[in-house]
């Protein structure tokens, strides 16, 4: 790899601010590309269903495209599975769990799952591609984060299998049956994680239902629960679009059902199960605010705010997408952001050097372009740092809006992507109120050098996470989980079991 030095530009010094100063110097290095290599991972032209351990062409024949988001290219295609697929599926889980899994040894189900953590690590490499060039975030996301936080949730769970009796106070604990699983596309194989492993720990066998813009590493997380040699009908994953996720829900012989997605879908999730008597958690969207005190560490919480926000695409329900600064330091804090935000590279997801890779699919850019559009006739302030974006591919460049009143849309909604609102407040009782002023309830960052201040504020925010100091860190060990419209139930922890046992 070279790096070539550019000597800065001239500036036209006095008219210029000293964050624009600076910003030239971030372009004064360039990076060669860095690109992964991709020869190793085979990508086959076509998945079937995963139903009963084996590989099953759906019943109505019908297959859809998954595409690159950064080159729009197709990668493969996979099955649409139909309601009769999801009942062949359900079905294979039902007799799985009657039949093998409910009546092995805790610590046996412990070994088999202690298998997959280990597959999982062995196929690192190929799984942190697939989830690159199917879902579009940056290889060092999903090399650093993604893949190695889904072997840790297996390994997590899998010590709990033969401990549950201790995860209540000596309650006595039962598996709830089969499990419902839908998840999203912005981690696919971490959600896939975080709803399996604890699920198989406490007994339930499962159907899966990944995102149909990021089937592909579902796959390859099917053939690695083969290559384990679970017992057939452990593991269900039927691909498919919102049809699907709808007739696993409706089926009447799923006890539970985990959900991770919007929020207009996890309601009307709740609505068709309304007195059926299954079990459910919501993990749904989130408007977190992040709130720098004057008192923070104020470079290493612009380090927060891009870690927040900027990293994965903004693609993350917990995001810090408002950002709440104390007014002394907004002028100083938005300077270093912007100098921050100039060295930010948004392009090829397979490249070790990108920051911001791409959007996950042409719907989402278009939701993020209107929103962004909102903003500016609601009389919003927008900044983007001069970036160059690919010709071809979903990309957005990372975007901040000053003078964000909270009544403005980009205050109010989700955007799912890599845009920052900002917004101020003078005392303490403020920030919380105003970090509080949404529907949501997912997550929140404080920054303070105060840890009384940390631990008060916690208390007031109305969020199932609360960082301090930090953001968007995850361990399989801490519960995670919303309040308000966010959803209900957690997931990680111990807590994580409650959400597939009947605890007596
Ligand atoms: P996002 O906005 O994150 O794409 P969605 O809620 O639309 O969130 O999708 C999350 C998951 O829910 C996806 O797997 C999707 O296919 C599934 N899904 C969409 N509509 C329904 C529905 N009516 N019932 C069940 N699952 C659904």
Redesign the pocket.
Known sequence: MTIKLVEPKATAAGDRRRGERRLEFAHAWDYAPAPEAVDHVKILPRYELFIDGKWQAPEKGRYFDTLSPSTEQKLSEVAEASAEDVDRAVRAARHAYDRVWSRMKPLERGKYIFRIARIIQERSRELCIVESLDGGKPIKESRDFDVPTAAAHFFYYAGWADKLGYAFGGRPVSALGVAGQ?????FPLLMAAWKIAPALACGNTVVL????TTPLSAMFLAEIIQEAELPDGVVNIVTG??AT??AL?AHPDVNKVA?T??T??GK??QKALAGTGKKLTLELGGKAANIVFADAPLDQAVDGIVNGIFFNQGHVCCAGSRLLLEESVHDLVIRKLRDRMATLRVGDPLDKNTDIGAINSRMQLEKIKELCAAGEAEGAERWSPPCELPAKGFFFAPTVFTGVAQSHRIAREEIFGPVLSVLTFRTEAEAVEKANNTFYGLSAGVWSNKGARLFKMATQLEAGVVWGNTYNKFDPSSPFGGYKESGFGREGGRQGLAAYLHVD
């Open positions: 839908i998840i999203p596309w912005n239902k990944p995102a149909e679009a919102g996720g709808a829900v959900f997605g919007s207009d879908v009307r999730i």
